[in-house]
């Protein structure tokens, strides 16, 4: 082989495992390439823009508890706008909102975003979730909004794993509304008070401070 020949194939030979390496580097777990992200639903009307819709069930197959519907809302518009309820048709299951601080609306200020779903965020909450629908399945959502009206979308069922761990649902709690053995304590304690309570504290404060207990 001639020289010439012998250093094209050298070059030729470093170029290939030059290419091999920056791929390498390029192919790693936090590659944007192997990024799976799902195919969330979206739609817009007029100026309000609601994206990445799910409903998210239990992580687990058999779990009791609720589901939440999950969303983005956008608002393009000069005047806030109110989400009023989520409806899910075809199905009886309430959906009950939440906004993300105390106990008001859920509003999506003007120019704004609203997140629901997620720790922190607005919820929509599905009691009977299991009841109401199954993975996989495209659920029809309707947003009743105060100014635009009603949005409709088809949305993917999908449990709370991977990408949806942290949007997911809470499991209801097993022990609700069950007295505390604190709780029946006070109670025979305030059943006999002794004479200087009595005589020191009047019926209601006593019976403000056994509310209390």
Known sequence: MSRSLRHGALAATALVVSIVSLTACGAGNDAQTLEVKPDNAATSVGTIKIQNVNVITQPEHDAEGPAVVAATLFNGGTKAET?????????????????????????????????IGGEGNASAVIENGREATRNGNVQSVVFHLSETGEIQLGATVVPATGFFEGFGPSALPSAAGSPSPS????????????????????????GSESAAE
């Open 183 to 206: 709780a029946s304590e006070s109670a025979d304690a305030s059943a006999t008070p002794d004479a200087t309570t009595s005589e020191s504290a009047s019926p209601d404060a006593t």
């Open 83 to 115: 989400l009023q309820s989520v409806e899910l048709p075809g199905s009886d299951a309430p959906v009950e909102l939440h906004a993300a601080k105390g106990d008001g609306p859920i509003e999506i200020p003007a120019g704004g975003r609203v997140i």
